[in-house]
Nanobody
Framework: QVQFVESGGGSVQPGESLRLSCTGS????????MGWYRQGPGNEREFVAS???????NYADSVKDRFTISRDNDKNTLYLQMNNLQPEDTAVYFC????????????WGQGTQVTVSS
């Protein structure tokens, strides 16, 4: 089963930025659509953004104008650039093949913690 490793999280103040990275061991990384998800304190895991192998992207309304998902297939890496972070963005962020229903056998990584507070 596939499992991913997320990194780049940290503790920042509102308005600051972070860039998350996700790596995986998929042999044909560039052929898979990928997504970012997050789980805030006391909340269920929710969709954040997705990117197809063609580069087509989709975002949750809450992050659409602030976050940018991208990928570097040569490096087998997925990114999430998060600008103008707000306290509501505080969560553990995970990456996974997308859509989830097609890859439910993939294991979730440990995630990377993002904390936004004054």
């Amino acid at each position: 089963q596939v499992q991913f490793v997320e990194s780049g999280g940290g503790s920042v103040q509102p308005g600051e930025s972070l860039r998350l990275s996700c790596t995986g061991s998929l042999r044909f990384f560039g052929t898979y659509a990928m997504g970012w998800y997050r789980q805030g304190p006391g909340n269920e895991r929710e969709f954040v953004a997705s990117i197809r192998y063609t580069g087509s992207t989709n975002y949750a309304d809450s992050v659409k104008d602030r976050f940018t998902i991208s990928r570097d297939n040569d490096k087998n890496t997925l990114y999430l650039q998060m600008n103008n972070l707000q306290p509501e963005d505080t969560a553990v962020y995970f990456c996974h093949r997308w859509p989830l229903r097609s890859y439910i056998r993939d294991a979730w990584g440990q995630g990377t913690q993002v904390t936004v507070s004054s």
